[in-house]
């Protein structure tokens, strides 16, 4: 099993930043995808972000809504981080950390996850 925990959320005006952090225990997941997802109130979960277990040297994907926006990395084999610039209204969701322990992230990745953890609030006000 792998335990993921959040933090760094919180309440932001819209044109601010925000830096998510997460740290997996339990099974190592240092060659899997790490990233992130979210989910908005009304609405499905969605992908947000992922990097690949090479982290710095490896491969990362981005929703077309965040992209030059948010900056994934990989700060350790356990851990990674989700830089947010230029935050708007819409960006409001519970975001999770995600694992997918099916895939490195370097071919063949789905922007899929299967494991999350317990989720962190964002909330941009305008």
């Known amino acids: 099993q792998v335990q993921l925990v959040e933090s760094g959320g919180g309440l932001v005006q819209a044109g601010d930043s925000l830096t998510l952090s997460c740290a997996a225990s339990?099974?190592?997941?240092?060659?899997?995808?790490m990233g992130w997802s979210r989910q908005a109130p009304g609405k499905e979960r969605e992908f947000v972000a992922a990097?690949?277990?090479?982290?710095?040297?490896?491969?990362t994907y981005y929703a077309d809504s965040v992209k030059g926006r948010f900056t994934i990395s990989r700060d350790s084999a356990n851990t990674v981080s989700l830089q947010m610039n230029s935050l708007k209204p819409e960006d409001t969701a519970v975001y999770y950390c995600?694992?997918?322990?099916?895939?490195?992230?370097?071919?063949?990745?789905?922007?899929?996850?299967?494991?999350w953890g317990q989720g962190t609030q964002v909330t941009v006000s305008s």
């Open positions: 995600a694992v997918d322990s099916r895939n490195g992230g370097e071919t063949g990745y789905s922007r899929t996850f299967n494991y």
């Open positions: 339990g099974r190592t997941v240092g060659n899997f995808v």
């Open positions: 990097i690949s277990w090479r982290g710095q040297f490896g491969r």
